[in-house]
């Protein structure tokens, strides 16, 4: 298929003429349409548009002429960082990735809230496995709303005309909130918490006004792409409406999800030039490309952090270049805050405070880490969730093995009697091991692996020696002179 607008037209493949003189019965995959606002003439021209956009048949390819109908479909599965491009294509193309394909992506979207960090109050005072579940909102698509359903049946507009789309928070979550902030005890709704909870509530809802600009508090996925949105108090309403209440979330979707494509796009483009710049041959780069102007001066490592976290940084801090403006004073403080940031691409850094490192720091942390579990494929996510709830397993046993030990050694205090079990050095510093297995290192993932295929294998030789010092604690445990009491003669 090529991409020229100056090919010769082809006759359609669908026998309806542009004219709309011969109306035919339609093919199921194509009548459903009719009845979304397009009538005979318009799903003619459609089809006749993406015909065009095709190689002529006079041409010496040898390229096969797929039917509009079949490539219709096979936009829906084009991946979200490259679907934008293909509007260019035709004017067919263009409309349907403005409708129903975009309306496909939104069945597939998720919007994320993060509450904050793990040092952050009052989250700090969680254990880990609460802080999992609390610390990231999810919430699904719902429907979309507009006009009612018979009144869209009556004007004959498609489903996806309506403007505003509801996504459904995760039920699972509002409970959980519910029970640690302490509405679940005064049998109140989710706005009954206690005051620190309500403040972290309040800046999830954007009603917060000493947000610091770049801080992360939504994000969306779509298939492999994870982008913080840009939600604001500015747009509060308008783009965006929380009903924490009865756990919806409101938001313009069409303006939303062409914003993030847009980002999503972007960051595509500059990831495959910085590859070509700098990796394609690091020992000569191409130090005359227009990108390379800011990039002089380099280490021996052409990137500051890593090629992905580089280009990552890079486009947030553009797109936040992009919202300030520059005729408000306190607009031009927060720009040149934001040019003291960290230098990207390898350039050296002039240690600046900011207070605004430390923000950029958390926000890509966590994008980086929904990326890469957005990456994995469910084969890959539900082995990484079995190592995790095995290299629990072994962590709690091995634990109760060394407490029953240390008890045990505690009854056979003699003098110059010392022994000592060595566990392995991640159960004894297994704090230091994130709970969530996403955030493993590929280093450390091979290391838990083969700690667990070893301890899968003793296992029935570690329960073994458990039960064996738990029964002689036990022995031991009883005083020496329990039977002196004795109504016995012996």
């Known amino acids: 298929m090529s991409q020229s607008r100056t090919s010769a037209p082809?006759?359609?493949?669908?026998?309806?003429?542009?004219?709309?003189?011969?109306?035919?019965?339609?093919?199921?995959?194509?009548?459903?349409?009719?009845?979304?606002?397009?009538?005979?003439?318009?799903?003619?021209?459609?089809?006749?548009a993406i015909d065009s956009s095709q190689v002529s048949p006079s041409s010496n390819t040898r390229l096969a002429h797929l039917p509009a109908e079949?490539?219709?479909?096979?936009?829906?599965?084009?991946?979200?960082?490259?679907?934008?491009?293909?509007r260019l294509v035709?004017?067919?193309?263009?409309?349907?990735?403005?409708?129903?394909?975009?309306?496909?992506?939104?069945?597939?979207?998720?919007?994320?809230?993060?509450?904050?960090?793990?040092?952050?109050?009052?989250?700090?005072?969680?254990?880990?496995?609460?802080?999992?579940?609390?610390?990231?909102?999810r919430a699904r698509f719902d429907c979309i709303q507009g006009q009612a359903a018979d009144a869209l049946a009556k004007s004959d507009t498609p489903v996806w005309s309506g403007k505003k789309a509801l996504f459904r928070v995760d039920g699972s979550w509002l409970d959980e909130f519910r029970h640690i902030s302490g509405a679940a005890a005064r049998k109140g709704d989710i706005w009954d918490s206690d005051r620190l909870w309500m403040d972290v509530l309040n800046r999830l809802c954007l009603r917060s006004s000493d947000e610091v600009i770049g801080t992360l508090r939504w994000c969306i996925r779509l298939d492999h792409a994870v982008l913080d949105v840009d939600f604001s108090a500015q747009r509060l309403g308008s783009e965006v409406c929380f009903y924490m209440r009865e756990g919806s979330i409101q938001i313009n979707w069409k303006d939303t999800m062409v914003r993030f494509l847009k980002?999503?796009?972007?960051?595509?483009?500059?990831?495959?030039?910085?590859?070509?710049?700098?990796?394609?041959?690091?020992?000569?780069?191409?130090?005359?490309?227009?990108?390379?102007?800011?990039?002089?001066?380099?280490?021996?490592?052409?990137?500051?952090?890593s090629h992905a976290e580089d280009c990552l940084r890079a486009i947030r801090r553009e797109r936040l270049f992009a919202t300030l403006n520059r005729s408000d004073r306190n607009d031009r403080t927060m720009a040149w805050n934001l040019r003291l940031l960290t230098p990207l691409f390898g350039r050296p850094s002039e240690n600046h405070n900011t207070n605004l490192q430390p923000i950029e720091d958390e926000a890509t942390s966590l994008l980086l880490l929904l990326r890469r579990a957005a990456a994995l494929s469910p084969t890959q996510t539900h082995h990484l969730e079995t190592l995790?709830?095995?290299?629990?397993?072994m962590e709690d046993e091995l634990h109760e093995l060394d407490n029953a030990f240390g008890e045990f050694k505690a009854y056979m205090s003699l003098p110059g009697f010392q022994m000592n079990i060595l566990l392995p050095a991640m159960i004894s510093n297994a704090d230091h091991v994130p709970r969530n297995p996403v955030a493993w290192s590929d280093e450390l993932?091979?290391?838990?692996?083969?700690?667990?295929?070893?301890?899968?294998?003793?296992?029935?030789?570690?329960?073994?020696?458990?039960?064996?010092?738990?029964?002689?604690n036990e022995a031991m445990a009883v005083p020496d002179d329990s039977f002196d009491e004795l109504d016995s003669e012996f």
């Open 263 to 305: 980002t999503e796009r972007a960051l595509r483009l500059m990831l495959e030039k910085v590859h070509i710049l700098f990796l394609s041959n690091p020992a000569q780069p191409n130090t005359r490309h227009p990108l390379l102007t800011l990039y002089t001066q380099k280490r021996d490592s052409p990137f500051t952090y």
């Open 445 to 472: 993932r091979v290391r838990i692996e083969c700690h667990v295929e070893r301890w899968q294998s003793q296992r029935r030789v570690v329960e073994q020696v458990r039960m064996l010092l738990a029964a002689s």
């Open 70 to 86: 079949l490539l219709l479909q096979i936009l829906e599965y084009v991946p979200v960082d490259h679907v934008l491009d293909w």
């Open 90 to 137: 035709c004017r067919g193309f263009r409309d349907a990735i403005d409708g129903r394909v975009l309306f496909h992506h939104l069945h597939r979207t998720e919007l994320i809230g993060y509450l904050g960090s793990r040092y952050s109050h009052p989250l700090a005072a969680l254990d880990d496995e609460q802080y999992e579940k609390l610390h990231l909102l």
């Open 388 to 393: 995790a709830a095995n290299y629990r397993s």
């Open 10 to 48: 082809v006759t359609p493949s669908s026998s309806h003429a542009p004219g709309g003189h011969n109306h035919q019965p339609l093919p199921a995959y194509l009548a459903r349409h009719v009845n979304l606002g397009f009538n005979q003439d318009d799903i003619s021209a459609l089809l006749c």
